[in-house]
């Protein structure tokens, strides 16, 4: 490898994106063309990254397959910040294998954080935990060191484990000081915002307020019955009853959590849960139906007593009935939950990250974008939405070390 090619690889290594581009911008071998892709990549201009990666990659000779592989890496992660999910994800696994076949393994190690990453995106939490787990990052160099840490803090952070969560970002931001990468450092500071915002809103007893992460896991631990609203169940202890597809159920559930102790009316019922302005005998024999369904779907958990007026929850052995509800509540939420980490995302990946059909999520844009809560541009296949960032969600863009190896 030729000095130059050498020196911009150091400093593209060191975070100095700028230095390195000015040393091959004016090259158009495939080294050189690999490097250009990456700086431009970490300066922004996705597009013309890609375009220029894939150029190298085709560049590159029959017994360069090592290059080749490092450039679909890191193609595959300028797909994953630009949030084009769709991406072949054959072609990454099938990378990480040639590289970990020839020993690269600090190349190998970022193509497999980048497919635990996508898992995790797309809601495969036991994928991405079974996937991370088989991964060893002490040996990294500190910009892999740093995103291995920041995988395993948003790990934590999904399954309510503050204290391993706040370890793990510790770890990140003592590694992005000692490299003294500016750019890693304030991804760690966003990261960590997380932790400080609030996560959710508890409802109790005809009162509500916010709660950050490590109070929702103090929550669980409480031994309180939390009817969920974050993830459609019912909570108590160490059981849980999912009702993501029993919307009826969670609803009254959710009804009846909020009146507790007191009993919830048969109207108010009516009205939350079938959305019946006007009911009648056949809303009413509904109604003692879905109650059933609900006493057999939280047995061991709750009763539900008829009263007078409509129906109690009774908690067995729970000091007390809450409801976990998400910070803000709207009509598509999930949609501007995605949308609010501050990347552009398509229809297609918006529906597969949150496994709806693509014309309901384009439904859902059209209403967004009606009522002027987010923006659109491009048009066709292009076409991407976004929002305004919000504090608390993060997006990382840590591309893999030089291309061409030594």
């Known amino acids: 490898m030729d000095s130059i090619i050498t020196a911009a690889a150091r400093a593209l290594a060191a975070g100095d994106h700028l230095g390195a581009l000015k040393r091959v911008a004016l090259r158009d071998d495939p080294p050189a063309l690999a490097l250009r892709g990456i700086a431009m990549a970490r300066l922004g201009d996705l597009d013309r990254a890609r375009a220029l990666l894939k150029s190298a990659a085709r560049a590159f000779g029959p017994k360069e397959a090592v290059a080749r592989a490092r450039c679909v890496v890191a193609e595959a992660e300028i797909a994953f910040v630009s949030r084009d999910l769709g991406w072949a994800a054959k072609a990454l696994g099938s990378a990480r294998e040639t590289l970990e076949t020839h020993g690269d393994r600090v190349n190998a190690t970022h193509a497999r954080h980048l497919e635990v990453r996508r898992l995790l995106l797309t809601g495969r939490v036991a994928e991405a935990e079974r996937m991370f787990s088989g991964i060893d990052g002490t040996a990294l160099p500190p910009l892999s060191r740093a995103a291995h840490e920041l995988i395993a803090a948003g790990l934590a952070i999904r399954r309510l484990r503050t204290q391993p969560a ?124 879905e109650i059933g369904r609900l006493r057999a779907a939280l047995r061991g958990l709750a009763g539900v007593e008829a009263t007078r007026r409509g129906f109690a929850l009774t908690p067995r052995a729970a000091d007390g009935v809450v409801v976990l509800a998400p910070p803000m509540e709207e009509e598509h939420g999930g949609v501007l939950a995605l949308l609010a980490d501050g990347e552009a995302w398509s229809s297609s990946a918006l529906a597969l990250a949150l496994g709806m059909s693509q014309r309901t999520v384009q439904r859902a844009l059209e209403d967004l974008a009606a009522a002027g809560k987010v923006q659109a541009y491009g048009r066709g296949r292009a076409r991407r939405w976004t929002t305004p960032p919000l504090p608390g969600f993060t997006t990382t863009l840590l591309l893999p070390g030089p291309l061409p190896s030594d």
């Open 166 to 289: 706040r370890e793990a970002l510790a770890r990140a931001g003592r590694i992005a000081r000692e490299a003294d990468i500016p750019v890693l450092s304030a991804e760690v500071d966003r990261a960590r915002l997380v932790l400080d915002t609030p996560a959710a809103r508890l409802i109790a007893e005809g009162g509500e307020r916010r709660l950050l992460l490590e109070e929702v896991e103090a929550l669980f631990a409480s031994g309180a019955l939390v009817v969920d609203a974050c993830r459609y169940a019912v909570r108590g202890g160490t059981v849980c009853v999912p009702l993501a597809t029993r919307p009826v159920l969670f609803a009254l559930a959710r009804v009846l959590a909020e009146a507790w102790p007191a009993d919830a009316s048969r109207e108010e019922l009516l009205a939350r849960t079938f959305r019946a302005r006007h009911a009648d005998d056949s809303h009413r024999a509904r109604l003692r139906v």
